[in-house]
């Protein structure tokens, strides 16, 4: 290979890179980030996945990041951080989600190599005989233990879970930090409730000392027994009133466990943006309420998860379901409307229900359709209303065309109909009957 | 407590105390039989409501089935709505009781099926402390569920909105919606319904043209042991 380049490993560069992507991992994904090196991060997203849609969701999300900034990487979620590094390193698929509780099992097909040994040891052993995880699992401990030491069993209790193994989160110089040491452990809500306030305060003023607030905050419980537990919140805006991010953070209280104690808990603002002060206005006319809701944004965002938040939005788009799209509900006005002239419903199911018709002219409305089983005679129609399918977004929709109905039963209730075709060309659509929505 | 929103109809009006909708409180609304289900005319009946207010409004659902251009239609403009999409029930109360406490909002209007006696009643607390209406479109999976809607809660008023034929146009087309309203339960006040036309752009009711002209009591009859229901 004439082009190939060679390039010395340069250990120090590789290990602060990977603390950079560490902290990058910390700023997006979640409070507890630690490296794992040479070439890993370990990331515990217990109460943190939700905020990017669920496990999978985040893993992915990862992954097409980094590979946007030419970094191939693959991820796996485990039960531990011993098997997710080893998924990780196993298999060729970028992402890998085991399910809770199927770790051990799935673990036992793994060769050795994985389990974070040292290279001469997996020699030993595959001389030996031991090739994969169940190899050594169904082995008496004595003997294993007296030949290579307490090693083995050691990494390999981790990778089932049977041993806990903390993550130390990484943290740099630059992150707005407040933290407090007890003299006792703590394990009571009300006084892990008190101590957060304190620390919101405390930070607020760091805050406001550097003339920013916080977009992303972390509350960390270090516990005696070394494990660590973790609280992120986000809000819309950024922010440094301490009341209210106290508040957001003792809604989450309750999913940390405090186990034997908390001797330190500390306050981080992961994400910290500029902060523009607002001029507060007063006037002498009777007093307006308080119509901001950002506060409100910010309580329901973390309790729903942030895409599950949103206002809608015209999209220029003919096509029913391509025309609503989902805005953030902290961005401004605005303004468009979708044109008032045309019949919407106030209901539009997820996927158009094939319905059976009656129909005895082309370019008229059915008779009578039957739904779900009910059949239903339609005593007055408007229509139809032509869709063309938008040729420049899927080749498939070049000549679709969706005739849309709007239809009243003998019952008054009145639906959204439509068929697909244009009732003469079979290249425009099936010529089926489809419902859509359901008006008032 | 905040004022009353009325609905601009003087038959309306006059049967309810305070001569409209009461803000600070929580009102039920519920379709009739396909209704019940989709919750389409009570979800159009809530959104005149709340476009006749002013400010922002939050709308809490199980799972998303609204389409905003039948919204507005119904005069609630889309820069108006944040909507919460709850995933469950229960999570769908705490954020409608989060939206009624909060106080910045003109009002807050849940999709629930299930509503007890005391999870109304928190909610009117919240309504009545920080002034902001509230709705609950009562809505079921399965319409044995419906009977659910007989049980008494908290709720200042009980409505149950259903379809009924339109009127016939001259031409061959299809006019304005028209409803059946009827209040089933009134604190304070007494059970009536009434023939509507659905929500304008504005989000008002009319009179259908055939009935305007007749008196408030023929517009609206009383029910019989209509209070006994709620």
């Not at chain 1, 989902?326 to 199911?349: D, E, F, N, Q, T």
Request: charged share 25%; hydrophobic share 45%.
């Amino acid at each position: 290979m004439p082009e190939l380049g060679i390039q010395d490993v340069e250990l120090g560069a590789d290990a602060a890179a990977l603390k950079k992507l560490g902290l990058w991992a910390l700023r997006l994904y979640s409070p507890l980030v630690a490296v794992d090196p040479p070439d890993g991060l370990v990331i515990d997203a217990t109460g943190a996945a939700h905020l990017r849609g669920g496990e999978e969701a985040m893993l992915h999300d990862m992954v097409v990041r980094l590979a946007a900034s030419g970094i191939n990487a693959r991820a796996a979620m485990a039960d531990s951080w011993g098997a997710a590094h080893a998924f990780a390193r196993a298999t060729s698929k970028p992402v890998i989600v085991v399910p809770p509780g199927e770790t051990a099992t799935l673990l036992q097909r793994l060769p050795l190599a994985f389990l974070r040994l040292p290279s001469e040891m997996v020699d030993q052993l595959r001389r030996l005989g031991f090739e994969r995880v169940s190899d050594i699992a169904s082995q008496p401990r004595g003997p294993l233990t007296q030949r290579f030491g307490p090693e083995l069993h050691r990494r390999l209790d981790q990778a089932l879970g049977r041993l806990r193994e903390p993550i130390e989160p990484i943290r740099a110089p630059e992150l707005i930090e407040a933290r407090w040491q007890f003299a006792e452990p703590i394990g009571a809500p009300e006084t892990l409730a008190r101590y957060t306030g304190k620390l919101a305060g405390a930070l607020c003023e760091m805050l406001v000392a550097k003339g920013v607030g916080a977009r992303r905050l972390d509350l960390l419980f270090h516990r005696v027994d070394s494990e660590m537990q973790a609280i992120r919140i986000g809000t819309a805006m950024p922010n440094r009133d301490a009341k209210r991010l106290t508040r957001l953070l003792c809604d989450k209280l309750e999913t940390i466990d405090p186990g034997f104690g908390v001797e330190a808990m500390s306050l981080c603002a992961t994400l910290a943006e500029p902060f523009e002060t607002k001029q507060v206005r007063t006037s002498l006319l009777e007093e307006t309420p308080d119509t901001d809701v950002s506060s409100l944004v910010d309580i329901l965002a973390n309790r729903v998860g942030g895409a599950n938040l949103y206002r809608f939005a015209p999209v220029e788009s003919d096509v029913p379901e391509r025309s609503v799209g989902r805005i953030a509900p902290a961005s401004g006005a605005v303004g468009r409307k979708w044109p008032a002239s045309l019949p919407r419903p106030v209901r539009l199911l997820r996927k158009p229900e094939p319905i059976e018709t009656m129909a005895l002219l082309p370019d008229h409305p059915p008779v009578s359709f039957s739904w779900r089983g009910v059949r239903r005679r339609i005593s007055r129609a408007d229509g139809p209303e032509r869709i063309f399918g938008e040729w420049w977004k899927r080749d498939a929709e070049n000549n679709a065309v969706r005739d849309y109905f709007q239809v009243e039963d003998e019952q008054g209730e009145r639906f959204w109909i439509f068929r697909s075709g244009d009732g003469e060309h079979p290249e425009t659509g099936g010529q089926s009957w489809y419902l859509h929505g359901i008006f008032g | 407590m905040a004022g009353f929103l009325p609905f601009g109809l003087p038959e309306m009006d006059a049967r309810l105390p305070g001569g409209g909708l009461a803000s600070g409180a929580l009102h039920e609304v519920a379709g009739a039989g396909n209704g019940a289900l989709d919750g389409a005319a009570a979800a159009l009946f809530a959104a005149g409501i709340m476009a006749r207010t002013k400010g922002q409004i939050l709308w809490c659902v199980r799972d998303q089935d609204l389409f905003a251009p039948g919204l507005e239609a119904a005069g609630l403009a889309a820069d108006r709505v944040i909507y919460v999409e709850a995933g469950d029930e229960q999570t769908a109360l705490a954020c409608f009781e989060e939206g009624l406490r909060h106080g910045g909002l003109a009002g807050v209007v849940a999709e629930i099926g299930r509503l007890s006696m005391t999870s109304s009643r928190r909610l009117q607390l919240a309504a009545e402390g920080s002034g902001t209406l509230g709705i609950a479109i009562r809505r079921w999976r399965r319409q044995s569920d419906a009977v659910d809607f007989g049980q008494p809660t908290a709720a200042v008023t009980r409505w149950r909105v259903s379809a009924l034929p339109s009127a016939p146009l001259a031409a061959p087309g299809i006019g304005r919606a028209r409803w059946l309203v009827e209040l089933i339960r009134c604190r304070a006040g007494e059970s009536a319904d009434f023939e509507v036309e659905g929500c304008d752009h504005e989000g008002r009711l009319a009179l259908p043209a055939g009935l305007a002209d007749r008196s408030a009591e023929a517009g609206a009859r009383r029910i019989a042991g209509g209070r006994a229901r709620g």
